[in-house]
Protein backbone atom coordinates (compact mmCIF):
# COMPACT_ATOMS: atom_id res chain seq x y z
CA UNK A 1 0.00 0.00 0.00
CA UNK A 2 2.55 2.30 0.41
CA UNK A 3 4.44 1.47 -2.63
CA UNK A 4 1.09 2.74 -4.42
CA UNK A 5 0.60 5.42 -2.73
CA UNK A 6 4.06 7.31 -2.41
CA UNK A 7 3.48 7.98 -6.53
CA UNK A 8 0.36 9.54 -5.75
CA UNK A 9 2.15 12.15 -2.84
CA UNK A 10 4.44 12.98 -5.24
CA UNK A 11 1.81 13.88 -7.83
CA UNK A 12 0.05 15.58 -4.99
CA UNK A 13 3.06 17.77 -4.15
CA UNK A 14 4.14 18.74 -7.84
CA UNK A 15 0.80 20.10 -8.03
CA UNK A 16 0.23 22.30 -5.27
CA UNK A 17 0.77 25.85 -5.75
CA UNK A 18 3.68 27.92 -5.78
CA UNK A 19 3.09 29.74 -2.47
CA UNK A 20 2.32 26.67 -0.91
CA UNK A 21 6.02 25.50 -1.80
CA UNK A 22 7.19 28.34 -0.47
CA UNK A 23 6.01 27.81 3.22
CA UNK A 24 8.80 24.61 2.96
CA UNK A 25 11.74 27.17 1.28
CA UNK A 26 14.19 28.34 3.69
CA UNK A 27 14.20 32.06 4.98
CA UNK A 28 17.16 33.81 3.43
CA UNK A 29 18.55 37.07 5.23
CA UNK A 30 20.66 39.85 4.56
CA UNK A 31 22.46 41.52 7.22
CA UNK A 32 19.77 44.11 8.48
CA UNK A 33 17.84 41.60 8.42
CA UNK A 34 19.44 39.54 10.09
CA UNK A 35 20.13 42.63 12.91
CA UNK A 36 16.13 43.11 12.69
CA UNK A 37 15.27 39.42 13.57
CA UNK A 38 17.71 39.55 16.41
CA UNK A 39 16.38 42.40 17.73
CA UNK A 40 13.11 41.16 17.57
CA UNK A 41 13.73 37.49 19.10
CA UNK A 42 17.03 37.60 20.64
CA UNK A 43 16.65 36.14 24.18
CA UNK A 44 18.41 39.08 26.21
CA UNK A 45 16.88 41.81 24.42
CA UNK A 46 13.24 40.16 25.45
CA UNK A 47 14.81 40.07 29.12
CA UNK A 48 16.04 43.42 28.77
CA UNK A 49 12.51 44.73 27.64
CA UNK A 50 10.41 42.95 30.06
CA UNK A 51 12.46 44.34 32.89
CA UNK A 52 11.76 47.76 31.39
CA UNK A 53 7.91 46.78 31.82
CA UNK A 54 8.47 45.97 35.47
CA UNK A 55 10.23 49.46 36.24
CA UNK A 56 7.22 51.15 34.76
CA UNK A 57 5.23 48.67 37.05
CA UNK A 58 7.41 49.93 40.08
CA UNK A 59 6.89 53.32 38.79
CA UNK A 60 2.84 53.07 39.53
CA UNK A 61 3.34 51.95 42.36
CA UNK A 62 5.47 55.07 43.78
CA UNK A 63 2.89 57.04 42.36
CA UNK A 64 0.39 55.95 44.26
CA UNK A 65 1.50 57.98 46.99
CA UNK A 66 0.14 61.03 45.42
CA UNK A 67 -3.38 59.73 45.05
CA UNK A 68 -6.04 58.62 47.63
CA UNK A 69 -6.38 55.46 49.14
CA UNK A 70 -9.65 53.93 49.71
CA UNK A 71 -9.91 50.82 52.08
CA UNK A 72 -12.36 48.83 54.21
CA UNK A 73 -12.07 46.73 57.68
CA UNK A 74 -14.01 44.80 59.44
CA UNK A 75 -14.50 43.61 62.76
CA UNK A 76 -16.59 41.42 64.66
CA UNK A 77 -16.35 38.98 67.40
CA UNK A 78 -18.70 37.29 70.69
CA UNK A 79 -17.31 37.50 74.27
CA UNK A 80 -17.68 34.75 76.86
CA UNK A 81 -17.93 36.49 80.33
CA UNK A 82 -17.03 34.44 83.62
CA UNK A 83 -19.64 36.40 85.69
CA UNK A 84 -22.89 37.84 84.82
CA UNK A 85 -22.41 41.37 83.33
CA UNK A 86 -24.97 44.05 81.40
CA UNK A 87 -22.49 44.74 79.01
CA UNK A 88 -23.20 43.17 75.20
CA UNK A 89 -21.41 39.92 73.90
CA UNK A 90 -21.50 40.60 70.71
CA UNK A 91 -19.17 43.24 68.95
CA UNK A 92 -18.49 44.29 65.63
CA UNK A 93 -17.45 47.68 63.70
CA UNK A 94 -17.51 48.28 60.00
CA UNK A 95 -15.48 51.16 58.39
CA UNK A 96 -15.17 52.14 54.83
CA UNK A 97 -12.09 54.91 55.07
CA UNK A 98 -10.71 57.56 52.57
CA UNK A 99 -7.25 58.93 53.28
CA UNK A 100 -4.92 61.16 51.62
CA UNK A 101 -1.13 61.96 52.49
CA UNK A 102 -0.33 65.15 53.24
CA UNK A 103 2.81 65.33 54.30
CA UNK A 104 5.77 62.39 54.00
CA UNK A 105 8.77 64.47 54.52
CA UNK A 106 9.71 64.04 51.11
CA UNK A 107 9.33 60.17 50.62
CA UNK A 108 7.14 60.48 47.88
CA UNK A 109 8.38 62.00 46.03
CA UNK A 110 11.89 60.80 46.03
CA UNK A 111 9.96 57.22 45.70
CA UNK A 112 8.60 58.45 41.99
CA UNK A 113 12.02 60.06 41.42
CA UNK A 114 13.75 56.88 41.98
CA UNK A 115 10.88 54.96 39.74
CA UNK A 116 11.50 57.06 36.96
CA UNK A 117 15.24 56.93 37.20
CA UNK A 118 14.91 53.40 37.04
CA UNK A 119 13.08 53.26 34.06
CA UNK A 120 15.55 55.63 32.35
CA UNK A 121 17.95 53.31 33.59
CA UNK A 122 16.62 50.02 32.16
CA UNK A 123 15.77 51.44 29.37
CA UNK A 124 19.83 52.53 28.90
CA UNK A 125 20.55 49.22 29.80
CA UNK A 126 18.19 47.72 26.81
CA UNK A 127 19.41 50.35 24.41
CA UNK A 128 23.04 48.70 25.94
CA UNK A 129 22.36 44.92 25.16
CA UNK A 130 20.68 45.53 21.59
CA UNK A 131 23.36 47.46 20.39
CA UNK A 132 25.80 44.33 21.77
CA UNK A 133 23.70 41.78 20.13
CA UNK A 134 24.08 43.97 16.66
CA UNK A 135 27.27 43.78 17.10
CA UNK A 136 27.52 39.89 17.36
CA UNK A 137 24.97 39.37 14.91
CA UNK A 138 27.12 41.35 12.17
CA UNK A 139 30.64 40.02 13.75
CA UNK A 140 28.63 36.07 13.14
CA UNK A 141 27.43 37.49 9.74
CA UNK A 142 30.45 38.17 8.56
CA UNK A 143 32.35 35.11 10.42
CA UNK A 144 29.48 32.74 8.20
CA UNK A 145 30.12 34.67 5.03
CA UNK A 146 34.08 34.10 5.74
CA UNK A 147 33.75 30.43 6.11
CA UNK A 148 31.39 29.79 3.46
CA UNK A 149 34.32 31.79 1.22
CA UNK A 150 36.92 29.44 2.94
CA UNK A 151 34.34 26.50 1.68
CA UNK A 152 34.42 27.27 -1.63
CA UNK A 153 38.09 27.93 -1.90
CA UNK A 154 39.39 24.57 -0.87
CA UNK A 155 36.97 22.88 -2.86
CA UNK A 156 37.90 24.70 -5.60
CA UNK A 157 41.35 24.00 -4.62
CA UNK A 158 40.62 20.34 -3.89
CA UNK A 159 38.86 19.99 -7.56
CA UNK A 160 42.29 21.46 -8.84
CA UNK A 161 44.58 19.68 -6.97
CA UNK A 162 42.57 16.08 -7.84
CA UNK A 163 42.27 16.63 -11.30
CA UNK A 164 46.41 17.40 -11.18
CA UNK A 165 46.23 14.28 -10.19
CA UNK A 166 44.60 12.32 -12.57
CA UNK A 167 46.23 14.42 -15.64
CA UNK A 168 49.45 13.00 -13.67
CA UNK A 169 48.50 9.13 -13.00
CA UNK A 170 47.74 9.53 -17.34
CA UNK A 171 51.13 10.82 -17.70
CA UNK A 172 52.49 7.96 -15.95
CA UNK A 173 50.85 5.60 -17.86
CA UNK A 174 51.60 7.13 -21.11
CA UNK A 175 55.50 7.20 -19.80
CA UNK A 176 55.82 11.05 -20.41
CA UNK A 177 56.30 11.41 -16.09
CA UNK A 178 57.53 9.92 -13.56
CA UNK A 179 56.01 8.47 -10.22
CA UNK A 180 57.14 11.18 -7.70
CA UNK A 181 54.88 13.54 -9.65
CA UNK A 182 52.29 11.77 -8.63
CA UNK A 183 53.24 10.99 -5.15
CA UNK A 184 53.77 14.74 -4.64
CA UNK A 185 50.40 14.96 -6.52
CA UNK A 186 48.38 12.99 -3.91
CA UNK A 187 50.47 14.82 -1.19
CA UNK A 188 49.34 17.61 -2.13
CA UNK A 189 45.40 16.92 -2.13
CA UNK A 190 45.72 14.92 0.58
CA UNK A 191 47.43 17.89 2.96
CA UNK A 192 44.32 20.08 1.40
CA UNK A 193 41.18 17.86 2.15
CA UNK A 194 41.88 18.51 6.32
CA UNK A 195 41.70 22.25 5.50
CA UNK A 196 38.36 21.61 3.94
CA UNK A 197 36.85 19.26 6.19
CA UNK A 198 38.10 22.41 8.74
CA UNK A 199 36.25 25.04 6.73
CA UNK A 200 32.96 23.11 6.68
CA UNK A 201 33.03 22.47 10.68
CA UNK A 202 33.94 26.45 11.15
CA UNK A 203 30.94 27.08 8.22
CA UNK A 204 28.58 24.73 10.48
CA UNK A 205 29.40 26.63 13.78
CA UNK A 206 29.30 30.08 12.30
CA UNK A 207 25.35 28.92 11.49
CA UNK A 208 24.83 27.83 15.01
CA UNK A 209 26.08 31.18 16.35
CA UNK A 210 23.62 32.88 14.37
CA UNK A 211 20.94 31.20 15.26
CA UNK A 212 21.71 31.17 18.85
CA UNK A 213 21.36 35.22 18.82
CA UNK A 214 18.24 34.56 16.39
CA UNK A 215 17.16 32.73 19.38
CA UNK A 216 16.11 30.27 17.23
CA UNK A 217 15.46 26.29 18.21
CA UNK A 218 17.07 24.15 16.40
CA UNK A 219 15.68 20.24 15.85
CA UNK A 220 17.28 17.83 16.55
CA UNK A 221 18.93 15.49 14.23
CA UNK A 222 18.56 18.70 11.64
CA UNK A 223 21.18 18.55 8.82
CA UNK A 224 20.86 21.64 6.99
CA UNK A 225 20.88 25.11 9.28
CA UNK A 226 17.07 26.98 9.83
CA UNK A 227 17.83 29.71 7.59
CA UNK A 228 20.42 31.54 5.00
CA UNK A 229 22.62 34.44 4.27
CA UNK A 230 22.73 36.40 1.21
CA UNK A 231 25.95 38.68 0.14
CA UNK A 232 29.49 38.02 -0.05
CA UNK A 233 32.37 39.47 2.10
CA UNK A 234 33.16 42.64 1.01
CA UNK A 235 35.52 45.65 2.22
CA UNK A 236 33.94 49.09 2.68
CA UNK A 237 36.73 51.50 3.16
CA UNK A 238 35.84 53.83 6.37
CA UNK A 239 37.87 56.38 7.92
CA UNK A 240 37.17 57.02 11.81
CA UNK A 241 38.83 59.72 13.86
CA UNK A 242 39.85 58.26 17.00
CA UNK A 243 39.07 62.13 18.99
CA UNK A 244 35.76 62.24 17.43
CA UNK A 245 34.98 58.57 18.43
CA UNK A 246 35.99 59.25 21.74
CA UNK A 247 33.77 62.16 22.33
CA UNK A 248 30.80 60.41 20.81
CA UNK A 249 31.17 57.34 22.79
CA UNK A 250 31.08 59.52 26.29
CA UNK A 251 28.22 61.13 25.01
CA UNK A 252 25.97 58.16 23.27
CA UNK A 253 27.00 54.90 25.37
CA UNK A 254 23.98 54.01 27.25
CA UNK A 255 26.48 51.84 29.47
CA UNK A 256 27.39 55.63 30.89
CA UNK A 257 23.97 56.96 30.63
CA UNK A 258 22.80 54.13 32.99
CA UNK A 259 25.41 54.59 35.63
CA UNK A 260 24.86 58.16 35.86
CA UNK A 261 21.38 57.10 36.72
CA UNK A 262 23.09 54.96 39.37
CA UNK A 263 24.57 58.10 41.44
CA UNK A 264 21.10 60.44 40.69
CA UNK A 265 19.30 57.29 42.35
CA UNK A 266 21.69 56.66 45.10
CA UNK A 267 21.05 60.50 46.08
CA UNK A 268 17.32 60.33 45.79
CA UNK A 269 17.40 57.30 48.11
CA UNK A 270 19.63 59.29 50.36
CA UNK A 271 16.70 61.81 50.83
CA UNK A 272 13.90 58.88 51.15
CA UNK A 273 16.28 57.57 53.96
CA UNK A 274 16.59 60.86 55.83
CA UNK A 275 12.59 61.24 55.46
CA UNK A 276 12.18 58.77 58.33
CA UNK A 277 13.24 61.56 60.96
CA UNK A 278 10.54 63.64 59.88
CA UNK A 279 7.05 63.63 60.64
CA UNK A 280 3.95 61.97 58.14
CA UNK A 281 0.33 63.45 58.15
CA UNK A 282 -2.28 61.95 56.90
CA UNK A 283 -6.20 63.08 56.44
CA UNK A 284 -8.85 60.69 56.34
CA UNK A 285 -12.46 60.77 55.91
CA UNK A 286 -14.99 58.19 56.04
CA UNK A 287 -18.72 56.07 56.96
CA UNK A 288 -18.51 53.94 59.75
CA UNK A 289 -20.65 51.29 61.09
CA UNK A 290 -20.12 50.34 64.77
CA UNK A 291 -21.52 48.86 67.83
CA UNK A 292 -21.89 49.61 71.41
CA UNK A 293 -21.56 47.10 73.99
CA UNK A 294 -22.87 49.16 77.13
CA UNK A 295 -26.47 49.48 76.92
CA UNK A 296 -26.69 52.40 79.21
CA UNK A 297 -24.52 54.29 76.87
CA UNK A 298 -27.25 53.78 73.55
CA UNK A 299 -28.44 51.16 71.76
CA UNK A 300 -26.52 48.83 69.70
CA UNK A 301 -26.37 49.56 66.81
CA UNK A 302 -24.61 52.95 65.65
CA UNK A 303 -23.44 54.98 62.49
CA UNK A 304 -21.99 58.14 61.27
CA UNK A 305 -18.96 59.59 59.42
CA UNK A 306 -15.80 60.06 60.58
CA UNK A 307 -12.87 62.60 59.45
CA UNK A 308 -9.25 63.52 61.07
CA UNK A 309 -5.65 63.53 60.63
CA UNK A 310 -3.06 61.03 61.47
CA UNK A 311 0.37 62.24 62.11
CA UNK A 312 3.39 60.00 63.25
CA UNK A 313 6.70 61.22 64.32
CA UNK A 314 9.43 58.38 64.94
CA UNK A 315 11.34 60.37 67.58
CA UNK A 316 14.02 57.61 67.92
CA UNK A 317 14.44 54.70 66.27
CA UNK A 318 17.63 52.77 67.54
CA UNK A 319 19.67 54.81 64.43
CA UNK A 320 17.97 52.54 61.98
CA UNK A 321 17.25 55.81 59.80
CA UNK A 322 21.50 56.72 60.62
CA UNK A 323 22.21 53.47 59.00
CA UNK A 324 20.48 53.36 56.46
CA UNK A 325 21.49 57.05 55.55
CA UNK A 326 25.39 56.15 55.75
CA UNK A 327 24.95 53.04 53.48
CA UNK A 328 23.40 55.44 50.73
CA UNK A 329 26.03 57.42 51.48
CA UNK A 330 28.64 54.42 50.56
CA UNK A 331 26.67 53.03 47.87
CA UNK A 332 26.54 56.86 46.16
CA UNK A 333 30.64 56.82 46.21
CA UNK A 334 30.60 53.15 44.90
CA UNK A 335 28.44 54.35 41.39
CA UNK A 336 30.81 57.31 41.10
CA UNK A 337 33.59 54.92 41.00
CA UNK A 338 31.73 52.57 38.66
CA UNK A 339 30.71 55.35 36.65
CA UNK A 340 34.25 56.26 36.33
CA UNK A 341 35.66 52.94 35.79
CA UNK A 342 32.58 52.93 33.00
CA UNK A 343 34.13 55.84 30.91
CA UNK A 344 37.82 54.35 31.32
CA UNK A 345 36.63 50.67 29.75
CA UNK A 346 34.49 52.52 26.92
CA UNK A 347 37.56 54.57 25.96
CA UNK A 348 39.32 51.01 26.10
CA UNK A 349 37.34 49.98 23.45
CA UNK A 350 37.29 52.34 21.40
CA UNK A 351 40.62 52.58 21.30
CA UNK A 352 41.49 48.69 20.96
CA UNK A 353 38.23 48.58 18.17
CA UNK A 354 40.36 51.82 16.50
CA UNK A 355 43.49 49.93 16.24
CA UNK A 356 42.45 46.41 15.09
CA UNK A 357 40.46 48.62 12.21
CA UNK A 358 43.69 50.42 11.07
CA UNK A 359 45.79 46.99 11.67
CA UNK A 360 43.38 45.16 9.60
CA UNK A 361 43.61 48.22 6.58
CA UNK A 362 47.35 47.86 6.69
CA UNK A 363 47.29 44.03 6.41
CA UNK A 364 44.42 44.13 3.78
CA UNK A 365 46.50 46.28 1.23
CA UNK A 366 49.28 44.45 2.04
CA UNK A 367 47.42 41.13 1.31
CA UNK A 368 45.89 42.47 -2.10
CA UNK A 369 49.78 43.07 -3.01
CA UNK A 370 50.63 39.64 -1.98
CA UNK A 371 47.73 38.18 -3.96
CA UNK A 372 48.93 39.66 -6.90
CA UNK A 373 52.46 38.94 -6.29
CA UNK A 374 51.49 34.89 -5.84
CA UNK A 375 49.53 35.30 -8.87
CA UNK A 376 52.60 36.49 -10.91
CA UNK A 377 54.51 33.39 -9.09
CA UNK A 378 52.14 30.70 -9.92
CA UNK A 379 52.47 32.11 -13.38
CA UNK A 380 55.88 31.62 -13.73
CA UNK A 381 56.52 28.73 -12.19
CA UNK A 382 53.59 26.83 -14.49
CA UNK A 383 55.68 28.52 -17.42
CA UNK A 384 59.64 27.50 -16.26
CA UNK A 385 57.71 24.17 -15.89
CA UNK A 386 56.83 23.78 -19.22
CA UNK A 387 60.16 24.72 -20.46
CA UNK A 388 61.60 21.99 -18.34
CA UNK A 389 63.29 24.66 -15.85
CA UNK A 390 61.67 23.68 -12.85
CA UNK A 391 59.79 20.95 -11.17
CA UNK A 392 56.35 20.07 -10.24
CA UNK A 393 56.76 20.58 -6.57
CA UNK A 394 57.40 24.36 -7.44
CA UNK A 395 53.93 24.88 -9.00
CA UNK A 396 52.44 22.79 -6.05
CA UNK A 397 54.09 25.32 -3.42
CA UNK A 398 52.96 28.36 -5.33
CA UNK A 399 49.51 27.00 -6.38
CA UNK A 400 49.38 26.56 -2.25
CA UNK A 401 50.85 29.85 -2.07
CA UNK A 402 48.32 31.27 -3.93
CA UNK A 403 45.32 29.63 -1.89
CA UNK A 404 46.52 30.72 1.51
CA UNK A 405 47.42 34.40 0.53
CA UNK A 406 43.73 34.63 -0.67
CA UNK A 407 42.37 33.23 2.23
CA UNK A 408 44.76 35.39 4.07
CA UNK A 409 42.85 38.81 2.71
CA UNK A 410 39.28 37.26 3.05
CA UNK A 411 40.77 36.95 6.30
CA UNK A 412 41.87 40.69 6.68
CA UNK A 413 38.32 41.78 5.04
CA UNK A 414 36.78 40.00 8.05
CA UNK A 415 39.21 41.67 10.79
CA UNK A 416 38.61 45.15 8.65
CA UNK A 417 34.72 44.16 9.23
CA UNK A 418 34.84 43.35 12.84
CA UNK A 419 36.59 46.05 14.09
CA UNK A 420 34.46 48.81 12.26
CA UNK A 421 31.26 47.03 13.86
CA UNK A 422 33.07 46.66 17.33
CA UNK A 423 33.98 50.29 17.40
CA UNK A 424 30.28 51.16 16.10
CA UNK A 425 29.19 49.82 19.16
CA UNK A 426 31.89 51.20 21.40
CA UNK A 427 30.78 54.51 19.64
CA UNK A 428 27.12 53.56 20.13
CA UNK A 429 27.11 54.73 16.86
CA UNK A 430 26.16 53.55 13.37
CA UNK A 431 29.28 52.43 10.78
CA UNK A 432 27.76 55.26 8.01
CA UNK A 433 28.41 58.01 11.13
CA UNK A 434 31.93 57.19 11.77
CA UNK A 435 33.25 57.16 8.20
CA UNK A 436 34.30 60.77 8.81
CA UNK A 437 37.53 60.77 5.31
CA UNK A 438 34.62 60.03 3.44
CA UNK A 439 33.67 63.71 2.66
CA UNK A 440 37.29 64.02 1.13
CA UNK A 441 36.94 60.87 -1.17
CA UNK A 442 35.58 60.44 -4.05
CA UNK A 443 32.88 57.55 -4.85
CA UNK A 444 34.33 56.65 -7.48
CA UNK A 445 37.95 55.98 -5.93
CA UNK A 446 35.76 53.97 -3.24
CA UNK A 447 33.60 52.28 -5.05
CA UNK A 448 36.97 50.64 -7.12
CA UNK A 449 38.57 49.73 -3.80
CA UNK A 450 35.73 48.29 -2.79
CA UNK A 451 35.14 46.47 -6.00
CA UNK A 452 39.36 44.94 -5.92
CA UNK A 453 39.03 44.06 -2.54
CA UNK A 454 35.62 42.20 -2.81
CA UNK A 455 36.44 39.41 -5.47
CA UNK A 456 35.88 36.06 -3.98
CA UNK A 457 39.59 33.91 -3.66
CA UNK A 458 39.91 31.39 -5.99
CA UNK A 459 42.35 28.92 -7.42
CA UNK A 460 43.46 29.11 -10.76
CA UNK A 461 41.13 26.41 -13.03
CA UNK A 462 43.66 24.10 -13.72
CA UNK A 463 47.60 23.93 -12.51
CA UNK A 464 48.94 23.52 -16.25
CA UNK A 465 46.39 26.66 -17.24
CA UNK A 466 48.59 29.47 -18.45
Known amino acids: MRLKFAPIGMLIIAALPASSKSLWAVPVYSIEQAVALAQERNP ?15 FVEARSGFL ?12 QTQSETNLRQEDYNVILRLEQNLYTGGAVTSQVAIAQLNIDKANYELQEIVNRVTMDVRIAFNELLLNRAKVRVREDSVRVLDEELKNQQERLNAGIASKLNVERAE ?8 ELFNAQTELKNSYLRLAELFGTDLRPGAQAPPFEISGELQYRPNHPDLIDCLARADVNRPVIKARQKDIEIEDRQYVLDRSALRPHVRAFSGYEVYSERDPDVGPEFNYGGVVGINATWNIFDGFATKGRMQATRARREAAVHALAAARRSVASEVRSAFFDLKQAGRVLETETKNVQTADEALEMAKGNFAAGLS ?10 DV ?11 YLHNVALARLAHACASSTEDLDFGSKIKSAKRDNDKATQAADVA ?9
Open 187 to 194: VAMANERP
Open 68 to 79: PSLASTGLYDKR
Open 44 to 58: EILIARKKVLAARGS
Open 403 to 413: TRTRTTRLSAI
Open 458 to 466: RPPEKLSQR
Open 391 to 400: TQLDVLQAAS
